[in-house]
């Protein structure tokens, strides 16, 4: 019993609960981030500076023996059991250990004072005769915008088959995908970029993705082809086409611009230095948009047992200008009576629906766990 007693007496001696606490103006709200003192050290938990600042997942990698979050876009790499963080390939000494209790890291409030300030000296920075700290808000940048592209649409009804019109189908599609997103995916919204029959440009189309800040670009299509037989299912992300197939997709999409967007003139537009320089910008989301591409289409086969024409790359006009991961996915060929059967067959459009949100749904839960 004496030495239990002690044990306790030990524990509340080395580590307790400090009067004094950290003040952090942020977005023009003040917030606490509660202390606690270790052998008369301030310290404060990782977990609550997480929730205020809104960083990235903490991570933790037993192998390298290190915690990893992000912060302001920023990934910052700081040893277990040590004082040492690296940063830009840099190392920094915020004097005293971190340390794990009660299913959290704590780290000194050195940390926060000295080492940050250092950082990021635009955006935070700390007061010693006040005690606060004067903070940037943080862009959460999580995956809650999404904006689904029903192509085409109006007086361009895309690709046609025996019995239906492309821009139906991408509609009907849109609005029910819409729907399963909306309830399934807490805090997502799910923008259209048209919600009846109507021709929108394809430049407009990605210029309202951007306008309402989407995180995610979906466009969706059916494919056609001279050759009645050609079939299944495929997925593009922005690029320059490597297959006379993708190119062949390319040039059915593009036409849109040359056939209802006002000929060779518009496409000059679409090949203009701003959109060369949009391209530039997008080349930080292609790996995002790659990922994003091979999830859906890997979740379409899975699920619709189509034929797997693959992920390709293409530089579809409509996805130019997305400054977010965007994808273009042709849902299988109107022009083939049997697929286009199955695309207005309600059970075989429910499997395309679940499949796109699935594929969605991982790459979302990945996406913010890097953030």
Same mark, same amino acid.
């Given at each position: ?93 915020? =004097?005293?250990?971190? +340390? ?72 009907? =599609? ?61 997925? +593009? ?85 997305? +400054? &977010? ?5 042709? &849902? ?30 991982? +790459? ?8």
């Amino acid at each position: 019993m004496k030495k239990v007693i002690l044990s306790i007496f030990l524990v509340l001696w080395t580590l307790y609960i400090s009067g004094l606490s950290i003040t952090i103006d942020n977005q023009k709200r003040q917030e606490n981030l509660k202390s606690i003192k270790k052998n008369n050290i301030e310290y404060f938990s990782l977990s609550d500076f997480q929730t205020i600042f809104k960083t990235g997942r903490i991570q933790e990698d037993l192998v390298e023996a290190k915690i990893s979050f992000s912060i302001y876009n920023e990934s910052v790499n700081i040893l277990m059991n040590s004082s040492y963080l690296s940063f830009h390939g840099n190392y920094y000494n915020f =004097i005293y250990p971190s +340390f794990y209790e009660n299913y959290s890291w704590y780290l000194p409030k050195s940390f926060l004072t000295e080492v940050l300030p250092k950082l990021f000296p635009e955006k935070f920075k700390y007061n010693y005769k006040t005690d606060h700290i004067q903070a940037n808000s943080i862009y959460d940048s999580r995956i809650k915008t999404i904006v689904l592209d029903p192509g085409h649409g109006g007086k361009d009804p895309g690709a046609t088959g025996k019995n239906s019109a492309e821009k139906d189908i991408t509609l009907d =599609i849109a609005f029910q995908l819409k729907k399963v997103i909306e309830t399934r995916l807490d805090g997502v919204k799910v923008l259209l970029t048209r919600s009846r029959d109507e021709f929108v440009s394809l430049q407009s189309r990605t210029q309202f993705a951007n306008k309402n800040q989407a995180q995610l670009f979906v466009s969706l299509h059916c494919n056609a082809a001279m050759a009645r037989s050609s079939q299944g299912i495929e997925t +593009f992300f922005l690029s320059t086409a490597r297959t006379t197939d993708a190119r062949a997709v390319e040039a059915l999409e593009n036409s849109v611009v040359l056939n209802y967007e006002g000929g060779q003139d518009a496409v000059k537009n679409y090949d203009d230095l701003q959109f060369i320089l949009a391209d530039l910008q997008q080349s930080e989301q292609l790996e995002e948009s790659s990922n994003l591409a091979l999830r859906i289409q890997s979740s379409l086969i899975e699920s619709t047992k189509a034929s797997d024409r693959g992920v390709k790359q293409a530089g579809f006009y409509v996805l130019r200008g997305a +400054f &977010m991961p965007s994808v273009l996915v042709e &849902m299988g060929f109107i022009s083939n009576e049997e697929e286009e059967k199955r695309l207005l067959d309600k059970n075989h459009q429910a499997k395309i629906i679940e499949s796109i949100f699935k594929g969605i749904q991982s +790459f979302k839960q990945k996406y913010d766990y890097l953030q």
